[in-house]
């Protein structure tokens, strides 16, 4: 049977984002956390193809243990098997961090036929995991794909480009982020995996699990950091305006003088 593999990510829901003062780094552990959307379309991806192919689906997912009920969604989606990576070490993690311990994850699981992601994250907008756990792999990586299936078997991909589609023939196995736009419709969760799933529990894998270098792993190991962090403050101003309509006219010219908008 084939192996697809499913990398999904906790994702801050909008207005519970706490920064830690010290790392400029999200404290995820006591964010409520919502599962990143374009990581959704990749779970839609994995079940149509489980469907057709009849492949195994295993879902992981690097984070505290308040991911363990995205994983759990996942599970009423497609998946078979639940695995979260969660260990004090990770925390910190760039890009970079995060796709070394998601590539020895991997590699844990070999062999695999697919590796299948979303393009990026809401709350960091890379778009860099896929194509660098690929390198770390070893193995081919196609961003961008809204179609997948195989064919003499290799996995066929149509990929949105700047200018159209392109279709690609890789031989398995590879790292694909699926687009966004991939499906008009998404199903549903199952319900008797939704029931079903309530009697189940992630596999737990920390790093002595995967036997990683600790110097590859949270901030040390992540050549990228935020230096600072600031929150964005709106404020609205406004000007009230009296006289008569020539009088108004003369007075919003004047301003629109001083702040530069128009020349007089």
């Known amino acids: 049977m084939e192996k697809i593999i499913v990398c999904i990510k906790g994702v801050p829901k909008p207005g519970t984002i706490k920064v830690d003062p010290e790392t400029h780094t999200l404290k995820r552990e006591s964010l409520e956390l919502i599962l990143n959307p374009n990581d959704r379309v990749a779970l839609e991806m994995a079940g149509r193809l489980k469907n057709t192919y009849n492949t195994e689906v295993i879902v992981i997912s690097m984070g505290p243990p308040n ?27 760039d890009t970079l961090a995060t796709s070394y311990v998601l590539a020895n994850a991997i590699k844990k699981l070999s062999p695999f036929s697919l590796v299948l992601m979303g393009l990026k994250s809401i709350d960091g907008e890379t778009a860099q995991v896929p194509p660098e756990t690929a390198s770390l792999l070893g193995i081919p990586s ?48 199952s319900l008797k995996r939704l029931i079903e799933v309530k009697s189940k529990e992630p596999l737990v894998w920390q790093a002595k ?56």
């Open 142 to 189: 196609l961003t961008n794909v809204k179609n997948l299936f195989m064919e003499n078997n290799k996995w066929i991909a149509i990929r949105e480009i700047d200018y159209g589609e392109e279709e690609v023939e890789v031989e398995p196995p590879l790292v694909v982020s699926i687009s966004p736009t991939a499906f008009d419709y998404i199903r549903p969760p």
């Open 67 to 93: 991911v363990v009920p995205l994983l759990k969604h996942a599970y009423a989606l497609s998946a078979d098997q639940m695995i979260l990576l969660s260990d004090k070490a990770f925390a910190g993690s």
């Open 209 to 264: 699990d995967l036997d990683l270098d600790p110097q590859k792993l949270g901030l040390q190991g992540s050549p990228t950091q935020v230096v600072e962090v600031s929150e964005k403050k709106m404020e609205a101003k406004g000007i009230i305006l009296e006289g008569n309509p020539e009088e108004l006219v003369e007075k919003l010219l004047e301003i629109f003088k001083e702040k530069g908008l128009i020349r007089l």
